[in-house]
């Protein structure tokens, strides 16, 4: 039972144009959403997280939505830049029990020039 | 400050036999988590701990076992290794359980 789903696989958007990543969720005990990047060969690396007391958390070109009704969140990316070409995996826990996170399955986003 | 070091970071073994896998937190974080990746079934929680003692557990058979020491470093153990096994072993740290993880560059354990 995938409780954290990303569905799009893959995302092609040109350098300094916005990305989209999208991310659902079924399990309503969930309340806090983190975003990681992966690099191959690499741990995935913090961007940003959300509580679910909010429905908008920005840190410089990384802005992640949560709506909470829809059990949907997004980040966006922008202006997109060539480094941002990485795997970006969505996770949730919950509040307590932070140290056990649930993540999607990933979606590849390719920055092009 | 220095990340979340995993050694080693590649390891071939045969099945059957056994593996330990060795993590070192982030220094002042007492919370180590471990995580398998797999092209099947992506990033999977597999336990946690803090202040040595196992907080949370995934849903692995009994083969995977961890430990931590009073340095917070922590090693994770799977005995009868098999073939499914092979896999990133990723280690996570934090300040405390409920607070942002922190993840080293995992071990590439393959199983022939």
């Known amino acids: 039972d995938q409780q954290v789903k990303q569905n799009s696989p893959s995302l092609s958007v040109q350098e300094g144009r916005i990305s989209i990543l999208n991310c659902d969720y079924t399990?309503?005990?969930?309340?806090?959403f983190l975003w990681y990047k992966k690099y191959p060969a690499e741990g995935p690396t913090f961007l940003i997280s959300?509580?679910?007391?909010?429905d908008k958390n920005e840190d410089g070109r990384f802005t992640v939505f949560l709506n909470k009704s829809a059990k949907h969140l997004s980040l966006h990316i922008v202006p997109s830049q060539p480094g941002d070409s990485a795997v970006y995996f969505c996770a949730a826990t919950t509040t307590g029990t932070a140290s056990k996170l649930t993540f999607g399955t990933g979606t590849r986003l390719q920055v092009t020039l | 400050k220095a990340g979340v070091t995993q050694t080693p970071r590649y390891l071939i073994k045969t099945r059957g036999q056994q593996v330990t896998l060795s993590c070192s937190p982030i220094?002042?974080?007492?919370?180590v988590s471990w995580y398998q990746q797999t092209p099947g079934q992506g990033l999977q929680f597999l336990f946690e701990y803090f202040s040595e003692t196992q907080r949370n557990k995934g849903n692995f058979p009994g083969r995977f076992s961890g430990r931590q020491f009073s340095n917070s470093r922590s090693e994770m153990n799977v005995s009868t290794l098999e073939l499914g096994d092979s896999a990133l072993y990723l280690c996570?740290?934090?300040?405390?359980?409920?607070?942002?993880?922190?993840f080293g560059p995992g071990t590439r354990l393959t199983v022939l």
């Open positions: 399990n309503s005990m969930f309340d806090y």
């Open positions: 959300i509580s679910s007391i909010k």
């Open positions: 220094s002042g974080h007492r919370s």
């Open positions: 996570a740290s934090s300040r405390g359980y409920t607070d942002t993880q922190y």
